[in-house]
């Protein structure tokens, strides 16, 4: 899917950064144009390149130009609010809710209430945080006081997890991540982070045990994310920390902008790192050191809208979509980092009018810009320069439709004398066809 927007009107920068100033434009998605709930929880996007939208009141589906409302109502009834979201090796989209879970079959594209019982007899009926893909194509679900359950798609099997094979350790299951070397971490209630090789049979403390050395002790940890060169990163009420599992040795990132309450982090390709916060969108570069932060603008639709920032997910073009808790889900295009410079309408003879209605590119990469008020525009981007076009003898003022045709520009007015005029886009020699009639909409 292609989300790049060019926006040539009312851009400001959302960066409020003072040491290094970085502009994005931002895209929002919210209740206004179909999002079933403005609190996102969940974002995720399949192999087929939908997006999802896992909102407080609702299953979202975007194909890149209409918004879909996937019913889970049916699946579990009186209960919509989706917590986490997942996609299996066979394209089924996982959906957590508050009550269980259900499962989204793209051939049927019904979502349906995932019933079977674990080994034990059991079913999962707890608050879902977390559904995660495991490297060997298993499915597992993090479900609170029931623990973890863990799905074999081969043996169509479903096995829960609620304690060591010793019984002394219990999982209350809030989170769980695999590392680059496949191994299993997940924290529990005592403050410690837990590293498991035997899907949770066994599982080893990270930090020395007892005596207050416990590493996350009264700190909430909503997500760890596995990250390069064996580090591990923890998302918590009390900030983002970097963890050494080799050294187990751990850190505390600087988030000077931010209230260090950690949702969620993103870590792209090229080393940088998003962190949503509830106070703000945090960027890092590569060496953990902030070069943006992005704080909620509602005057101008265009900007980053709000403050609590609740997940974040890139697409297969680089862009980043965040999940807010008010103002449904922006998306930035992970490339487009540039400044970005204003045309303003104005009355002056020079200026683009009050109404742009057409801009078309032609083959050097040049804009044509048809306004219904000033006629012709011509942008060249190498000059940055917009230069009017339009004179009496060669066209009329109001420009409804705009075609580049090789070396030619098909120009339509509306209510005319001159309404279809075929101008050479290098010499503007031009000719006028007037059986055309006067009113030429595209």
């Known amino acids: ?51 999802w939208f896992g909102t407080k009141d609702g299953l979202n589906r ?55 019982k674990a080994d034990d007899g059991s079913r999962i009926t707890e ?16 479900a609170g006081s029931q623990g973890f359950f863990r799905y074999d798609s081969g043996t169509k099997t479903l096995t829960r997890i609620r304690s060591d094979k010793t019984g002394r350790r219990t999982y209350s299951a809030r989170n769980i ?10 924290t529990l209630d005592d403050g410690n982070i837990y590293l498991s090789e035997d899907n949770l049979a066994s599982v080893t403390p990270l930090f020395p045990e007892g005596g207050g050395t416990e590493a996350f002790r009264n700190r909430y940890t909503n997500r760890l994310v596995s990250g390069a060169f064996n580090k591990m990163y923890a ?59 992005l704080h909620g603008d509602h005057r101008n639709p265009y ?24 103002a449904g889900v922006a998306y930035s295009w992970g490339n487009g980092t540039e400044p970005v410079k204003r045309y303003y309408a104005n009355p002056e003879s020079r200026g683009l009018g009050h109404y742009v209605r057409e801009i078309v590119s032609d083959a050097d990469g040049n804009l044509w810009i048809g306004t219904e008020s000033k006629s012709l525009f011509h942008y060249v981007p190498q000059s940055d320069k917009i230069e009017p076009v339009w004179n009496d003898r060669l066209l009329s003022s109001n420009i409804h439709g705009l075609c580049c045709d090789g070396d ?33 909409y595209t």
């Open 235 to 293: 998302c918590t009420s009390l900030g983002l920390f970097e963890i050494n599992l080799a050294a187990k040795r751990f850190r505390k990132i600087d988030l000077p902008h931010s209230n260090n309450y950690v949702r969620d982090l993103l870590i792209l390709k090229n080393d940088e790192f998003w962190v949503a916060t509830e106070s703000a969108l945090e960027i890092l570069d590569a060496n953990l050191r902030e070069a943006a932060s």
């Open 127 to 142: 608050n879902i945080p977390q559904i995660v893909l495991a490297p060997d194509s298993t499915v597992w679900i993090a």
């Open 62 to 116: 975007y194909d890149g130009s209409e918004i879909r409302t996937v019913a889970v109502t049916d699946a579990i009834p009186g209960n919509n609010y989706i917590s986490a979201l997942c996609e299996d090796n066979k394209g089924c989209i996982w959906i957590g809710t508050d009550s269980g879970v259900c499962l989204y079959d793209p051939e049927t594209e019904r979502a349906n209430r995932f019933l079977l």
């Open 303 to 326: 900007t980053f809208q709000d403050y609590s920032v609740y997940c974040l997910c890139q697409d297969q073009e680089g862009g980043i979509w965040a999940g807010t808790y008010f």
């Open 177 to 186: 991540c695999f590392t680059a070397q496949n191994a299993i971490c997940i």
């Open 1 to 51: 899917m292609k989300f790049r927007i060019l926006l040539l009107f009312c851009l400001l920068s959302s960066s409020v950064c003072p040491a290094k100033e970085r502009q994005l434009i931002f895209r929002s998605f919210n209740a206004d144009n179909g999002l079933a709930h403005n609190t996102v929880l969940a974002v995720i996007q399949d192999r087929t390149g939908f997006m």
């Open 408 to 440: 030619f520009l098909w120009v339509g007015t509306y209510e005319q004398t001159r309404s279809l005029v075929r101008i050479h886009r290098r010499t503007l020699a031009s000719k006028s066809y007037p059986s055309a009639g006067k009113e030429i």
